[in-house]
């Protein structure tokens, strides 16, 4: 299955909120979807689970218009919000089985499903309380049960693990691993970016509702790497800590240089081969080293270098 987005485009008034935004997804596929405050990234996701329209553009899945006929989205795509709202007195089994009625499934089939869905997402042992007194990441996991009732092969989420726990971010990390096994499409957006770095296949960057990069996070990572000359180093010397610091204060092409615990971390503005130059020349002058290693760059480092924090 292909999800393809071709310029979209929403405004609010003076406001262009999403400016003309293509990309793509396909099965199995995990899309982290990142972006400063006020960047367009949930009116972005509200329009495609068709709950607001875009003033241009398309949005198609496998070819099909869901601008045009929204009806082929709602069988397909699961929408989970940053937020769950709901009546006070609703348990947990009560608002599952209120949504699996509204997607005509009827008893024994309807009661069997709920069954499923609770057990996949670890809900059987909170299935009689009230969903106003959970935890947020419990409130969460209420809302991706939701959002799987219709078993859709495309789910969107915004800001899931916005004020989890890091128990509750492990275990979202982990159902979300087990959905792109299942084949699923999972589009997701967060400000936490080590969580996209470790889960999510490819990424999408923007800023003031435009695109800035889109790809393979590896890939956009590499590029990174290959234009920039400044690189995090990191030596930990089995002696002699202090001296070898000062040696470092003073070279050439250095800066930023720190004492982490026993390691020292510095930043060198020059290429690998010239650090492997300046590491073995370290040897010779009779310094012990037990690791070094350079910092690589990351989706965070990415998203540093390419934003300048506007917002709308």
Do not use: W
Request: with cysteine; net charge neutral; aromatic share 6%.
């Amino acid at each position: 299955m292909i999800f393809n987005v071709k310029n979209l485009t929403k405004r609010f008034g003076s406001i262009t909120a999403v400016d003309n935004l293509s990309f793509h997804v396909k099965s199995g596929d995990i899309l982290g979807f990142v972006g400063p405050n006020g960047a367009g990234k949930t009116t972005t996701l509200r329009m495609l689970a068709t709950l607001e329209l875009p003033n241009e553009g398309e949005v198609e899945i496998d070819g099909a218009s869901i601008i045009s006929r929204p009806e082929i989205a709602r069988k397909c795509v699961g929408f989970v919000p940053d937020s769950l709202t709901v009546q006070k007195d609703i348990t947990v089994h009560e608002y599952l089985d209120f949504y699996a009625r509204l997607y005509a499934f009827k008893n024994p089939e309807r009661r069997k499903l709920v069954n499923e869905i609770e057990e996949f997402t670890n809900l059987v042992g909170i299935r009689e309380k009230f969903i106003d007194v959970l935890s947020k990441g419990m409130k969460q996991r209420v809302s991706i049960a939701r959002a799987l009732l219709n078993d859709p092969d495309i789910i969107l989420m915004d800001e899931p693990a916005a004020g989890l726990d890091p128990r509750a971010r492990i275990e979202l990390r982990e159902l979300l691993k087990i959905l792109a096994k299942k084949n699923k499409m999972i589009l997701i957006s967060s400000h936490i970016l080590t969580e996209l770095d470790e889960i999510c296949t490819s990424t999408m960057i923007i800023e003031r509702g435009k695109l800035l990069k889109f790809g393979e996070i590896h890939d956009i990572v590499d590029e990174l790497n290959v234009k920039t000359t400044k690189r995090t180093v990191v030596l930990v010397p089995l002696e002699n800590t202090e001296s070898l610091l000062n040696v470092l204060l003073v070279e050439p092409n250095i800066t930023n240089v720190n004492t982490v615990g026993r390691a020292i971390e510095f930043i060198y503005d020059g290429d690998e081969k010239n650090i492997s130059d300046l590491v073995a020349r370290l040897f010779a002058e009779g310094y012990k080293l037990i690791e070094f290693k350079i910092k690589k760059q990351n989706l965070e480092s990415v998203f540093m270098n390419i934003t300048k924090g506007e917002v709308q």
